[in-house]
């Protein structure tokens, strides 16, 4: 599986996307980052895979959580890691993320990690010719997040299915809800996406005002009841509430909110017994989410963390090391939208 | 002044004649004109009609002179087939005096191009809070008819009203940019199915149609003339559908971009499709060519809205809205509206000349190919076919969405008072 790196004659590819992985693509990310997992296990976390590959962490939205994901899967595979934060930076004097990728370009950036507040930045950085090296997407306004539903993919097949049994396999059958706020989740529209090409059933939650117009075209179904779609689900993921929406009257007080779509022991319980419970973080306890439910063994929230690093390890690796077929050019993704 | 003699054009896509040219008017339209001492244009198979008018065009002098002057502006005018059009006041500082109207006026006389019909803004600064001195900027020499905060609505329903009853004293008319301002806070893109998989802030249809279906209930309450600017939905349509069918007196516009181009070019992300209103859904497209057939749609006006190529090379969120238009205008109506048999040449003659120039009151352009009329003219080539290459483009700026696509249709004179600004395709 592992393909030794130094193929310098390879084309440029990227992850923008979770909708342009196909279901071998995002299995083979998925195995890859099992494997990848293992090195966390060792004495010395690393391997010398990507030494001398460089990596910019491009961050024009603060993010620690996402960007020390990142900085330490490269570094694990000995990548020399660049951060770079817009706040402090020439960004802030003005300068445009053309000429913030220029500079990259010409300091020799084979891979750039980029969250910018823009949807389609990513995309735009990866389909204008401004550079040459690989771009993955570490979320772009509430567009994409791909690396998180790669992640949730892979901490649903680990706990529903096995880390060594699930090799290989799918999400096929699987019912996946998904409860919050959909409208302004890159999260849930990444999940959607992967979710449904792993073979899951995706159910979305959420108060009307939140759901996008237009999610008829999505592969998933909808529902504003969060009782009764409990007790169908495999796994349940609690979006975060953006308390700078409160006062955008997208729902009447937070205490209604929390009643309706929060997810307390309760509701909990409706749950199968094998079903688990997810949050992308940073948690607001007692607001969508419940101590006791955040608490509870079924919570995978802090292995998701874990399993961030495997999997951008995997990302990474297959950008700029590995398999040629692993992940599809953005350029492909232009010709299949002509 | 020297005769030129149009020779076998097809008179509004009509029967073949020549058309003597003396001085500053059309001095004879008959068969078999003998030449004399005038020049001669060999015109078979092309297509004469009155000079075109645009009711909405941005020329962006005074204060952004990188991205278009009232020269630069009015050499792509002329090379689009215009001769008059409409400057919109959202110029710095904003057209909302009888000194900034006449200033670009002035600039549009001095050009030679193109007559520049200035807009005037209705409100002080395009604000929307107190209405501009709309009396002086008529009674300046720039003879201001139509207002207008385009870029901005004019939302507060008491200020609408107001400059609906004022311009009456002067039989002006406001130009109505219709956007709900709360309803598309952080709009990107139409909201719809491409918006929601793009992760862009949705501008939703109804934004524009509850501002248009205010108005027209409020010209019909105070006896006004309002004009809707740049439609771009099936609903916006039947708002004015109905309000025509009342009698009120309504009169609206589409751009070449919307009787085109559909949300799903959003998909690349690319800012050239970023436009104000947004584009919209292939049924929406199909519902403004309807309506501009069936005269539901009065007009076709650009809203030529240049940008320099740092404003729209960029990430979307960051990049201006609008796309350049005069030239490539008279190719996309002839693509959608005439090739496809839903309008002729004297329909083209009448979205594009007649009917922009009576609703702006320009008693000049907009008339008939007849003895004696201004000799205000278009000639056009509609078998020409091409891509477009904005490398060519007379505009100071080149942000259009249609570099590289074939388009029919080819403007090769255009005359302004009897002077060739365009001649074989090229400024004259």
Known sequence: MLCSPGDTSRTPRHLISAADLTRDDAVLILDTAEEMARVADRPIKKLPTLRGRTVVNLFFEDSTRTRI??????????????????????????????????????????????????SGAPYRLATSGWIDGAVVNAGDGTHEHPTQALLDAFTIRRRLVGADAGLGKDLEGRRVTIVGDVLHSRVARSNVHLLTTLGAEVTLVAPPTLVPVGVEGWPCEVSYSLDEV?????????????????????????????????LDGLRMAKMPEHAVVMHPGPMNRGMEITAEVADSGRCTAVEQVANGVSIRMAVLYLLLGGSETALPSAAARTEENK | ?????????????????????????????????????????????????????????????????????????????AAGGFTAVHAMANTFPVADTAGVVEQVWRLGRESGYCDVQPVGAVTVGLEGKQLAELGAMHDSAAGVKVFSDDGKCVDDAVIMRRALEYVKAFDG?????????????????????????????????????????????LAAHVGSRV????????????????????????????????LLLTDELVRSYDPVYKVNPPLRTEADVMALREALADGTIDCVATDHAPHPHEDKDCEWAAAAMGMVGLETALSVVQHTMV???????????????????????LGGHGRPVSAGEPANLTLVDPSYRGAVDPAGFASRSRN?????????GRVTHTFLRGRATVVDGKLA
Request: net charge negative; proline share 4%; aromatic share 4%.
């Open chain 1, 69 to 118: 994901s990142f900085e330490a899967a490269a570094k694990r595979l000995s990548a020399d890691v660049i951060n770079f934060s817009a706040k402090g930076s020439s960004v802030s004097k003005g300068e445009s993320l053309k000429d913030t990728a220029l500079t990259l370009e010409a300091m020799g950036a084979d891979a750039v990690v980029i969250r910018h507040g823009s």
């Open chain 2, 1 to 77: 002044m020297s005769k030129i003699l149009i020779r076998g054009a097809k008179i509004l896509g009509g029967e073949p004649a020549d058309v003597l040219i003396d001085g500053e008017t059309i001095a004879r339209v008959s068969t078999g004109i003998e030449a004399g001492d005038a020049t001669v244009i060999e015109a078979e198979g092309r297509v004469l009609l009155p000079g075109l008018v645009d009711l909405h065009t941005h020329l962006r002098e005074p204060g952004r002179e990188d991205s278009e002057t009232v020269l630069t502006g009015t050499r792509a005018a």
């Open chain 2, 173 to 217: 008319v406001v130009a109505q940019h219709a956007q709900e301002p709360r309803l598309t806070e952080g709009a990107q893109m139409n909201e719809g199915v491409v918006s929601a998989e793009l992760g862009l802030g949705g501008w939703p249809a109804v934004a524009e149609e509850s501002i248009i279906a205010r108005d027209v209930l």
């Open chain 2, 227 to 258: 004009h809707i600017c740049h439609l771009s939905t099936a609903g916006s349509v039947e708002i004015v559908r109905w309000a025509k069918s009342k009698g009120w007196n309504v009169t609206a516009e589409v751009t070449p971009h919307h």
């Open chain 2, 400 to 408: 259009t969405p249609y570099k590289g696509r074939e388009l029919p």
């Open chain 2, 339 to 361: 090739d496809t048999g839903l309008i002729d040449w004297a329909g083209v003659a009448d979205r594009m000349s007649v009917r922009p120039a009576a609703i702006g009151r």
């Open chain 1, 230 to 262: 409990l007790p169908a689900s495999d796994a349940v993921m609690m979006l975060r509430v953006q308390r700078e929406r409160m006062n955008a009257a997208y729902f009447p007080t937070e205490r209604e909110y929390s009643r309706r779509y929060g």
